[in-house]
């Protein structure tokens, strides 16, 4: 079992960056598949990106390919969500999740597992 705690949100103007981070609890930090995925008002939880337990493949949602990216260090159990030229669209809380890979069935949008608590990013224009 792991538990995942989010930091980094904020205040930020459009085109402006955040690094968001999701620190995990455990030893098995590395085996786990992570994922980022954030909820506006009103609107439902998307996905936003994946990253594998190596961190050798990651995948994004169309919305944020090119501008965000998604690292992870399984030294630091932790896992990143790099944020720039953010659009006032961005605004959402964002979650990290994250499953064990032996469960893992391929889907980078579904079937987490875990949660943290969300940290919320606002964006003005």
């Known amino acids: 079992q792991v538990q995942l705690v989010e930091s980094g949100g904020g205040l930020v103007q459009a085109g402006g960056s955040l690094r968001l981070s999701c620190a995990a609890s455990?030893?098995?930090?590395?085996?786990?598949?992570m994922g980022w995925f954030r909820q506006a008002p009103g609107k439902e939880r998307e996905f936003v990106a994946h990253?594998?337990?190596?961190?050798?493949?990651?995948s994004y949602a169309d919305s944020v390919k090119g501008r965000f990216t998604i690292s992870r260090d399984n030294a630091k159990n932790t896992v990143y969500l790099q944020m720039n030229s953010l659009k006032p669209e961005d605004t959402a809380v964002y979650y990290c999740?994250?499953?064990?890979?032996?469960?893992?069935?391929?889907?980078?949008?579904?079937?987490?597992?875990?949660w943290g608590q969300g940290t919320l990013v606002t964006v003005s224009s």
């Open positions: 455990g030893r098995t930090f590395s085996t786990y598949v």
């Open positions: 999740a994250g499953i064990e890979r032996r469960f893992y069935i391929g889907s980078p949008s579904t079937g987490y597992d875990y």
């Open positions: 990253i594998s337990w190596s961190g050798g493949s990651t």
